[in-house]
Nanobody, 114 residues
Framework: QVRLVESGGGLVQPGGSLRLSCAASGSRFSIYTMGWYRQAPGKQRDLVARISGGGTTDYADSVKGRFTISRDNAKSTVYLEMNSLRPEDTAVYYC????????WGQGTEVTVSS
């Protein structure tokens, strides 16, 4: 069973940047398409970015041009670089496979506020 551990969240002002990390345990990480999901208070959890094992990326329209997903298969880690952050980006961010079949990690909280 793969275990996911997200980190890197925090409080940032509008226009600021953060880099999230997600470390996965277990083998065969490199074959999975991985994604970053987020859940704002009172809303459903949505996929915002994904990356295939070979590095092909795709983004939700709401983050396109501002967020960049990447991965290091040797470290079994996926990253989310977030720039030009907006208050509406405030959420708990989770990583998981796409489609999701792994257990959820604890997530990392991102708050964008002045």
């Amino acid at each position: 069973q793969v275990r996911l551990v997200e980190s890197g969240g925090g409080l940032v002002q509008p226009g600021g940047s953060l880099r999230l990390s997600c470390a996965a345990s277990g083998s065969r990480f490199s074959i999975y398409t991985m994604g970053w999901y987020r859940q704002a208070p009172g809303k459903q959890r949505d996929l915002v970015a994904r990356i295939s094992g070979g590095g092909t990326t795709d983004y939700a329209d709401s983050v396109k041009g501002r967020f960049t997903i990447s991965r290091d298969n040797a470290k079994s880690t996926v990253y989310l670089e977030m720039n030009s952050l907006r208050p509406e980006d405030t959420a708990v961010y989770y990583c998981n496979s796409v489609p999701r079949f792994m257990d959820w990690g604890q997530g990392t909280e991102v708050t964008v506020s002045s």
